[in-house]
């Protein structure tokens, strides 16, 4: 998951847009996370294929569906896959011995498929959540006045 650090009120921001019945806003809002952070989705994709080829795990890591959300703590990336993402980008995976599906084992790949191009990528997708931020704060303050 991508948390985008120094947004920590966005999702204060989302639930006060819902609670004052300004569907425009929130939509604003949610349109301007998903447009700083989706840039980074096909440097993940390409990243994963760093990952090993045999047994479809790169293709498995780079054909994750992913979602941008807007949560207490800011805004993550999340994604979905057949294979633990999370514990992939930390270098780590567990899969069957080939012709033998009941031994298993553990496997070293290099760490960071996801974390390295996220991080890379931060200060841009930080910039414009923030100014996105600073957007609708602005709207709501022109509103209210």
Known sequence: ML?????????E??????????????AELLT???KAVEPVIPDVVRA????PQAG???AAAAGARFSVRVVHQGVALLATAPVNLERLDRGKIRHPVWGQRDVWVAQRVKAGFWSDPVRAD????????????RRIVAKVDKAVR
Request: glycine share 14%; hydrophobic share 35%.
């Open 48 to 51: 994963a294929g760093r990952l």
């Open 3 to 11: 948390e985008v650090k120094g947004t920590e009120q966005f999702g």
């Open 122 to 133: 931060e200060p841009r997708a930080q910039a414009e959540l923030e100014a996105a931020g």
């Open 32 to 34: 301007a996370c998903r």
């Open 13 to 26: 921001l989302r639930d006060a847009l819902r609670k004052a019945g300004d569907r425009e806003l929130e």
């Open 56 to 58: 479809g795990l790169s």
